[in-house]
């Protein structure tokens, strides 16, 4: 009895997962610290006022609204640290706006 396929070759291919970027390990730690220090603010500010009270999270006065901006931030990292094909785009936008939302914040910071 012969068959269709008999005398082809037969080759099996491997698809893994690439190791993790540079990329992805630094978007993925910025992204955990920001979400971890705009929870802090927000439970430490309270829930009463946007722009009301301030309250100081790794030498930073925060108030409610940094705080969300934090968290809603550092999940943007922590998506695009999760993909590696999609990770250099986003993340040299995300690291410009966050340069200078951080210059913007120690400018106001300096000065007040």
């Avoid at 190791?19 to 971890?36: C, E, H």
């Avoid at 998506?79 to 914040?105: D, F, K, M």
């Amino acid at each position: 009895m012969t068959g269709r396929h008999e005398g082809r070759e037969r080759t099996t291919v491997r698809v893994g997962r690439s190791p993790l970027t540079a990329g992805q390990i630094v978007a993925g730690l910025l992204g955990l610290i920001l979400v971890i220090t705009g929870g802090v603010a927000m439970a430490r500010v309270g829930f009463s006022s946007l722009t009301g009270e301030t309250a100081a999270v790794l030498g930073v006065d925060h108030t409610l609204a940094l705080g969300i901006i934090d968290v809603v931030v550092g999940l943007i990292f922590l998506t695009s640290a999760s993909t590696a094909a999609g990770v250099r785009g986003p993340l040299l936008r995300q690291g410009s706006l966050a340069s200078a939302y951080g210059e913007n914040v120690l400018f106001d910071h300096v000065h007040t």
